[in-house]
């Protein structure tokens, strides 16, 4: 029997405790345990960025993070990001900009723009780029989701 350590994390601002085997990634833990299914499965090798999700504010791969290493932390995942006062400025250039196709990668690149923008809110071209290139899609060839990046760091700018 795989050992089992009790977990306590800030997910989306709730604090939520629970119990996890130690092989458990954050992946598995926010869709399966919590039923955030937002972050994606893509590769579960750390290559796509479909899993991305904040941890105290940093972007990680949640398929390649033990949540035992998120232990104690604040996790914001896609669902995190609007407030009552609607979409964050990320998703709402990419809907204004169709940037998604299936949508698959959306969360992934949502997500760690939402990080870019909150460090480096005037990021360089250059900085979105690389940004995004760590990031897979598959559909939408990028230059859509270029421009919502550029829309985005426009209404985030202070
Ligand atoms: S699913 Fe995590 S990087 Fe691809
Ligand atoms: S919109 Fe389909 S993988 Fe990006």
């Given at each position: 029997?795989p050992?089992?350590h ?8 709730d604090?939520r405790?629970l119990?996890?085997p ?16 937002g ?10 960025g479909?899993?991305t ?5 940093v972007?990680r791969l ?10 104690g932390c ?10 009552a ?10 809907h204004?900009?169709?940037a998604?196709?299936c ?13 870019l923008?909150a460090?480096?809110p005037d990021?360089s071209?250059d900085r ?10 598959r ?20």
């Amino acid at each position: 029997m795989p050992s089992e350590h009790i977990l306590t994390l800030t997910v989306n601002g709730d604090r939520r405790r629970l119990l996890a085997p130690a092989s458990r990634t954050l992946l598995d833990l926010l869709r399966e345990d919590l039923g955030l299914t937002g972050s994606k499965h893509g590769c579960d090798v750390g290559d796509c960025g479909a899993c991305t999700v904040l941890v105290d504010g940093v972007p990680r791969l949640a398929c390649i993070t033990l949540a035992a290493d998120a232990d104690g932390c604040a996790v914001t995942t896609i669902e995190g990001l609007a407030t009552a006062d609607g979409l964050h400025p990320v998703q709402q250039a990419f809907h204004d900009h169709l940037a998604a196709q299936c949508g698959y990668c959306t969360p992934g690149f949502v997500v760690a723009l939402a990080a870019l923008f909150a460090e480096h809110p005037d990021a360089s071209d250059d900085r979105l780029r690389e940004t995004l290139g760590a990031n897979i899609c598959r559909c939408t060839g990028y230059t859509k989701i270029l421009d919502a990046a550029r829309a985005a760091r426009g209404a985030m700018k202070p």
